[in-house]
C-alpha cells in the first residue's frame, strides 16, 4: 500500500498526464472564443457563482498542472475586469503553488531534503545560498518569466523554504505576470470581434519586460550586498 508520501505526488502527476492529453485543446483560446458569449452571459446572470466556480478551477488547473493557466487568467480579466479578475487570477495561482509546494514538501521533496542536508557538493552549498538569501531568490524565480511556473513550486520544496516564506514571495512575484494577463484578458471582448487571438509576447515587450527586469535587479541587491560583504549574512 502506497504512503501518503507517494501517493498525493504521484495523484498530481497522473491527473497532469490525463489532463494534458485529453483536455489541452478543451483548455485553449479557440474553446474560450466558441463559448464566450454563453460564459458572459452566466456571469451577468450568477455574478459570485462565477467568481467562485472560476476561482476553485483556477486552483484546480495550477495543482494538477494542467494546460491553460494562461487561458484562465485571460478568462479573469474577460469575465471580472481588470482589478477583480488579477486578483482572483493571483491568489487562485498563489493557492494553487502552495499546494504543490505542501505535496512536494510533505511528499518526496522531505527524503531529498534530508539528503541535501547530509551531503557536502554542490547541491548544499546552492542550498546554503538560498537559505541566506530566501526572499531574494524565491521573489527572483517568479519573477524572470523563463522559469516555468511548475519549477518554481516544487524547487523551494526540495530546499526546506518555509510555507510562509514560499506563499508571500510566491503571491507578490506573480503579481505583475498577473496584470499583465489580466490586462489581455480586460480587451478580449475586442479580439473576440475581429477573430483575432491575443498576443501572449507581449510579456517579453520592452515596456513590459523592462520593469520585470528592474525587479530582478532590485531581488538581487541583497545578494550582492551580503556576497561584498556590505552587509552582514
Known sequence: MLSKRIFFPLIIIIVAIVGFMFFREFLSFETLNQ???????????????????????YIVLVTFALPGSPIASLTGGFLF???????????????????????????FGKKLTQKIDTSDGTIRKFRDGIRKNEISYLLLIRLIPIIPFAVANIA???FDVSLKRFFVTTYLGIIPGGLVFTWLGVGLSEIFANNQKPNFNIIFEPYIIGP??????????????????????
Request: hydrophobic content about 55%.
Open 35 to 57: 463559448n464566450h458569449a454563453a460564459i458572459l452571459d452566466f456571469k451577468n446572470n450568477n455574478y459570485w457563482i462565477s467568481a467562485l466556480i472560476f476561482f476553485i478551477s
Open 81 to 107: 475586469g481588470l482589478g477583480f479578475g488579477a486578483f482572483l487570477n493571483v491568489t487562485a495561482a498563489t493557492c494553487g503553488a502552495t499546494l504543490i509546494f505542501l505535496t512536494a514538501k510533505h511528499g
Open 156 to 158: 523551494p520544496a526540495l
Open 212 to 233: 520585470l527586469f528592474g525587479l530582478c535587479v532590485l531581488s538581487l541587491i541583497p545578494i550582492i550586498l551580503k556576497r561584498s560583504g556590505l552587509i552582514e549574512n
